[in-house]
């Protein structure tokens, strides 16, 4: 079975820009997280999406966007790209949106903004 | 607030026994998770303790005391390929009423295995 799959793996844009990231969870899977890893930090939580509703959100400004489609992907919008949004993009699927499910995580987006 | 602390790096031999060590801060837990990250790749996800005490699974454990905060995961035999990053992270039940699964990371611990 295919793991969760993002593309694309690598992005550079430049300020003011905007982006949008792409993530199909594992089959089966109905919820999808967005997590920013910036280099040699741990993982920040953005976004949760279960059943295409939003059911949580990090401390991002609104400059960040999500949305869930039918199919259970999903897709990460940011807009008026700044030096500080180059991070690892990491998309995580679990089976449903709640519960102490193990989040399973994809390969990443590399973004870079110069 | 929320807070998760654990060594930020350390060196063992290998063949080697090493103690990753992770405490934590919150007042929603439910799970602490272990998962392994190799320079440039995802996270991999490696144990899951919910209740105290020690899960095992092959060359890895994970230890949890809810009451002190704090867990462990502890690596047997180690291989030179278990060089990475560990990130200890936290399911806190606050958010949302419970209703979203997210986890909190530590800044992980770089593992290096020296020959």
């Known amino acids: 079975d295919a793991g969760v799959t993002q593309s694309p793996t690598h992005l550079i844009k430049t300020r003011g820009q905007h982006v949008t990231l792409r993530c199909s969870p594992i089959?089966?899977?109905?919820?999808v997280s967005w997590y920013q890893q910036v280099l040699g930090q741990g993982p920040q939580f953005i976004f949760q999406y279960y059943e295409k509703e939003e059911r949580g959100r990090g401390n991002f400004p609104d400059r960040f966007s999500a949305r869930q489609f039918p199919n259970y992907s999903s897709e990460l919008n940011v807009n008026a790209l700044l030096l500080g949004d180059s991070a690892l993009y990491l998309c995580a699927s679990s089976l449903g949106g709640a519960g102490a499910e193990t989040q399973y995580f994809g390969p990443g987006t590399r973004l870079l903004v110069l | 607030g929320q807070n998760i602390d654990q060594p930020t790096e350390m060196t063992a031999t290998e063949g080697a026994i090493v103690q990753i060590n992770c405490t934590y801060q919150t007042s929603g837990f439910n799970g602490l998770f272990w998962y392994q990250q190799h320079a440039g790749e995802a996270p991999t996800f490696l144990s899951y303790n919910v209740l105290d005490g020690l899960e095992e699974k092959g060359r890895f454990s994970s230890f949890l005391s809810r009451s002190k905060g704090y867990s462990y995961l502890l690596l047997k035999e180690l291989q030179m390929k278990d060089s990475a990053s560990y990130l200890c992270?936290?399911?806190?039940?606050?958010?949302?009423?419970?209703?979203?699964?997210?986890?909190?990371f530590g800044t992980g611990t770089l593992l290096a295995v020296q020959p």
């Open positions: 089959s089966g899977h109905k919820s």
């Open positions: 992270a936290v399911r806190d039940l606050r958010e949302y009423g419970g209703a979203t699964n997210k986890l909190i």
